[in-house]
């Protein structure tokens, strides 16, 4: 690897999210070049990174063409062209995570398959080609989830009766049981080249009731130290069943009788993390640069307790986005926002979040409340 304290040093990221936007706050802090490649040229990033090259992430050639510029290329979404990640590892460009397990993970049946070689605990499931195979299932309930290039709770269905996969497309599958669970649960580790790792508190998901997405993460989750000690040690596992190097995400269910069942993993920083920019000694941004930059690991305790909501595109509304009562929620001790810079909102599309910190988890769990209710994402008239 070329020493990234050169001026010479261009690190590559695919995608210019928000995921990466909160990156770029790292990049500068260690004066990196960052080089961004992304659909979109109104992605978050295109005006703040180093440099912004506009292109398809699934396409070979686009993004073969884009490794060749930089000097070490990351993700900050899983939903990008594998070959051609493979075709750059082989030429000899550093590549985190790892083209072949990010295949892996990309694909949710191939996901799971590893999970069951490698003795991770993980709910039942059965991987279907086409939609007509599960159509032939009598036994409800159950969850399905499209193979691929789901996101935020899209391709992911609960399933009660036949009448409701009349909605879903006729895509590459798998369905799961439906777990009874005390909590969502989710555990995020960093390891770097030398294996040297370092676990995140475990961190409790409330989830929207129709949307399927996040709406509070807390950190740290209200449950047994023997559960959460389980819980790292089985993302743990995960980690080390991957030889995985970056930050991964593991995100999990808590069962009636306290066992822990891995969902899915996430090889990126993730909506479960960003409690740590406000909240913990090292964000996991910055964990996740020094992770693939083989640094040494920073501290990720929290020095407070945590709480993120999610801020999403509230329904009824579509078009260019207005935060409503944003100067209620800044006259609250401990909170801090973060807008993504998306230009358009439409309904449940993630625009931003805000953290709140406060030594006692329940006060903040109260004050996160209200700031879910006060503040709003609509569009101009």
């Not at 992911?156 to 006729?170: A, E, G, H, T, W």
Request: net charge negative.
């Amino acid at each position: 690897m070329k020493n990234y304290y050169s001026s010479s040093f261009r690190l590559g990221i695919l995608g210019g999210g928000q995921l990466g936007k909160m990156l770029l706050t790292e990049t500068e802090k260690f004066d990196i070049y960052s080089v961004i490649l992304d659909g979109s040229l109104d992605a978050p990033c295109a005006e703040i990174c180093n440099e912004f090259h506009h292109g398809n992430l699934m396409d070979y050639q686009t993004v073969y063409d884009f490794g060749k510029k930089v000097d070490l290329l990351t993700i900050e979404i899983e939903h990008v062209n594998v070959e051609a990640l493979l075709q750059l590892e082989k030429e000899g460009l550093i590549v985190y995570p790892k083209p072949e397990v990010l295949e892996t993970i990309q694909h949710k049946g191939k996901q799971k398959d590893f999970f069951k070689r490698n003795n991770i605990p993980t709910s039942d499931y059965a991987r279907f080609n086409t939609l007509i195979d599960v159509k032939n299932i009598t036994d409800y309930p159950f969850v399905w989830k499209t193979a691929q290039f789901g996101y935020d709770g899209t391709g992911v269905k609960v399933i009660k009766s036949p009448d409701d996969l009349n909605s879903l497309p006729d895509v590459e599958c798998i369905i799961e049981d439906l777990i009874p669970f005390k909590n969502e649960l989710a555990v995020i580790v960093a390891r770097n080249f030398n294996g040297e790792t370092k676990t995140y508190p475990v961190v409790e998901m409330e989830f929207h009731p129709t949307a399927n997405q996040v709406e509070y993460v807390i950190c740290p989750a209200r449950i047994d130290e023997i559960v959460a000690q389980k819980a790292q040690d089985i993302a743990l596992s995960v980690v080390d069943s991957f030889n995985f190097i970056g930050l991964l995400a593991v995100e999990m269910f808590q069962t009636k009788d306290d066992k822990i069942l891995v969902n899915e993993v996430a090889p990126r920083t993730h909506n479960s993390g960003h409690y740590s920019i406000e909240a913990s000694y090292t964000s996991q941004f910055e964990q996740h640069l020094r992770a693939i930059l083989d640094l040494p690991l920073g501290n990720p305790a929290s020095k407070v307790a945590g709480i993120m909501v999610n801020l999403v595109g509230e329904e009824g509304y579509a078009g260019k986005v207005r935060y409503k009562n944003m100067e209620e929620i800044l006259q609250i001790d401990g909170v801090t926002p973060h807008i993504y810079g998306k230009k358009e909102t439409r309904p449940f599309r993630k625009m931003g979040h805000v953290t709140i910190v406060n030594e006692d988890i329940d006060e903040a769990r109260r004050i996160a409340e209200k700031v879910k209710k006060t503040i709003r994402v609509i569009s101009e008239k």
